[in-house]
């Protein structure tokens, strides 16, 4: 046992029993380096990392392999998902030196935390050109006891370069609707029509760009928005992307046509997957996007919830074949004769028609991803609902992928918006329920009594690391959804201590651009500050949208100003690289609508009358409107002070640049105010 046992990561925690003699990241470890006089050997990767897994197994856990790691380095293990300062510094020297990366990330520092030499994966035995990890270690050591001057030389001016790599803000301000127009044709130059989606393999779920299209087609009309949204989620949900069975999307697809994915199912992926199909299903009345978005909802309760009512951060791509092999993918696909051993032949042939399922396998050794090649209602559909049945249940018989149990306080916060507004918007009120139960876990666990937010928890226990913008602005966000949908002020109340905390803490005085770390955390080698959207919103985009939401309910003309200036990086990046910025063009949708301010008074929240304005609001597709509902003269929410009832019944109230429309009682007409 190393010096591993005891954290809170389960990533960390996989390596505790390792010969290697890891370390986490600490100042102890460094001070162990500088004492020795050796240098650090620092690895990142995550628990759902395939990768990972492998060099562990063929590097990590070889005893010849940890006694030359314990003889000449301190070994430093770190969890992505509980650093990501600490990824995305390291991250970026070896794609400035590599041009590439991704996870394990192997790095090698001096015991000033200076990087010196890069890799990501690398194997026991030399391969493919790559160099066996053994040689790596050798190579590194010798260049270390011969060559130490220039290595530290080489370190140095690594660290300075990635100083001056401070990301220019742009200064311009605020995009207007010429530079979201720009972005949109760019985001069509790069449009699959074939396939939907954008680019070639690997294709990742575009769901922030997607959230852009939806809003720009709201605001503008622009039907080629819309046919790119909708075609795109439609390719998606019939792919091998898509859990057919149980619902729920993997990390991404190998190919362009969405048939094999990387089998790792994200929190954050079906988080912002939910809200997607939702916001289209308000769009188009789409039955298809009802479907998925209902069950990535029911997957997220039913797998990955935890005992405190948080979520779990991932389940894992590989699981035991039945042989004692942990192979990727080994509990989702399926054979033709696996179909014939649950379902019978004659069944067996519809389903293997159904799903896809062909005797030469779509995915390795002649095993099928379940897809949905054939369009809906061709067949039997009760048939069908019980053959997916009797094929999920068998499925759970099989070994499970490994869960990943650590809340993640960002990814919790998207969480709590998808399943607020689709339990909201579908009358599911378990799913607003279990919100509630991550939104209650975030305040209870995570959040000090200075509103300062813990990264992670598991098993009921705060992490030891601290939040960084991303988790204030999306657990922020989140607040915001719960409070529109449930009416409880106190959700606002509390987006705003964590909003207070980004204009404090995050942003530049001077600039108005954002740092992922707060100004008081942890000094690394850099302040990381990333404005791109990559699997989740930046901290950057996410904190715009958050503080441009609040200070619709509420007014503050600090808030608001903050947002307009952090989405000057909008106005540099969205006509050049929409794809790395779809949430950020998302942000400045909303800003260009306003966003419309709704308040809905009623003489109570349970009359009819007022639970109908309220849910025609929820409905309303203008981008980023806010929605508060109450009794007259409740100071839950700002925007209700002054509605007084219109002849005593329940009325809508709906504001948008400092100009309010006349008060309605007519669900028809607030719907035709909110571009419904």
């Known amino acids: 046992m190393n010096r591993l046992a005891g954290v809170t990561s389960p990533y960390l925690l996989q390596h505790a029993d390792n010969p290697v003699d890891w370390w986490p990241w600490t100042p102890e470890a460094f001070e162990e380096a500088r004492r020795r006089g050796v240098p650090v050997l620092l690895s990142v990767g995550y628990s759902a990392c395939h990768w990972c897994h492998v060099m562990a197994h063929e590097s990590f856990e070889d005893q010849d392999t940890a006694d030359y790691l314990n003889e000449h380095f301190v070994s430093v293990k770190v969890d992505r998902e509980e650093r990501p300062d600490v990824d995305a510094v390291y991250m970026e020297a070896v ?22 030499y890069f890799g990501t994966y690398f194997p026991p035995e030399p391969r493919h050109g ?53 972005a949109l044709l760019a985001l069509t130059r790069e449009y699959d029509p074939q396939r939907g989606g954008f680019g070639g393999a690997p294709k990742f779920p575009p769901s922030m760009v997607i959230e852009f299209l939806l809003r720009h087609h709201a605001r503008t009309g622009s039907e080629g928005a819309l046919q790119m949204a909708r075609d795109t989620c439609e390719r998606m949900a019939r792919g091998g992307l898509y859990d057919q069975l149980g619902g729920g999307f993997a990390r991404y697809s190998v190919d362009r046509d969405w048939v094999v994915p990387h089998f790792e199912k994200m929190l954050y992926d079906n988080a912002l997957l939910c809200r997607v199909y939702a916001h289209l299903w308000r769009a188009t009345g789409s039955e298809q996007a009802r479907r998925i978005a209902l069950e990535t909802a029911d997957f997220m309760v039913r797998e990955l919830r935890t005992e405190q009512g948080g979520f779990a951060s991932a389940l894992d791509a590989d699981s ?32 293997a028609q159904y799903f896809g ?33 009797r094929l999920l249940a068998a499925r759970a018989e099989r070994p499970a992928p490994g869960r990943d149990d650590k809340v993640v306080a960002a990814w919790n916060g998207l969480a709590v918006a998808a399943l607020a507004e689709t339990g909201a918007y579908f009358d599911r009120p378990d799913l607003v329920e279990a919100a509630l139960g991550a939104a209650d876990l975030l305040v209870r666990l995570h959040m000090d009594e200075h509103a300062g937010l813990a990264r ?38 509390f987006a705003g201590l964590l909003l207070d905390h980004v204009l404090t803490r995050f942003t530049d005085p001077d ?76 942000v400045a949708e909303a800003l260009l609508d306003g966003p419309r301010e709704v308040a809905v008074v009623g003489p109570s929240l349970t009359d009819e009358r007022t639970r109908t304005l309220h849910r025609t609001a929820l409905l309303a597709t203008a981008p980023g409107a806010v929605v508060a509902c109450g ?5 839950e929410f700002p925007l209700l002070a002054d509605r007084p009832l219109v002849d005593g019944g329940a009325t809508a109230y709906v504001c948008r640049d400092f100009t309010c429309d006349a008060p309605t009682t007519d669900p028809e007409r607030l719907r035709a105010a909110l571009g419904g």
Request: aromatic residues 6%; proline residues 5%.
């Open 511 to 586: 600039t108005g651009a954002l740092h992922d770390t707060a100004v008081d955390a942890e000094q690394l080698i850099r302040r990381p500050q990333d404005p791109t959207d990559n699997a989740a919103p930046s901290g950057w985009t996410a904190a715009a949208g958050a503080l441009l939401g609040y200070a619709a309910h509420t007014g503050s003309a600090p808030h608001r100003t903050a947002a307009e200036r952090a989405l000057g990086v909008v106005t540099a990046l969205g006509p050049r690289v929409p794809r790395f910025i779809g949430w950020g063009l998302a």
């Open 130 to 182: 790559m160099p066996s990890f053994r040689q790596v270690l050798q190579g590194v050591q010798q260049a270390w006891e011969t060559r130490r001057d220039e290595v530290t030389e080489v370190a140095g001016k690594i660290v300075r370069d990635l100083a001056q790599r401070e990301f220019e803000h742009g200064g311009a301000g605020a995009p207007g609707g010429e530079e979201l127009g720009q």
């Open 320 to 351: 035991d074949d039945g042989t004692g092999r942990h192979v990727e993918g080994a509990y989702y696909v399926w054979t033709p004769e696996q179909l014939r051993e649950v379902l019978g032949a004659e069944d067996a042939e519809l389903a």
């Open 357 to 389: 399922v062909t005797e030469e396998g779509t995915f390795e050794e002649g095993a099928s991803v379940l897809q949905l090649p054939l369009s809906e209602g061709v067949h039997d559909a009760a048939r069908i609902d019980g053959i997916r049945r």
């Open 631 to 635: 009794t007259p003269g409740g100071d």
């Open 456 to 493: 992670t928890s598991r098993n009921g226990r705060a992490g030891a690391n601290a939040g960084v913008l991303e988790d204030y602005a999306d657990v922020a966000e989140g607040f915001l959804a719960l409070a529109s949908v449930t009416c409880e002020g106190v959700w606002l109340d």
């Open 95 to 116: 794609q400035a030196a590599t041009g590439q990366g991704g996870w394990p990330m192997t790095v090698f520092l001096t015991p000033e935390a200076e990087p010196f």
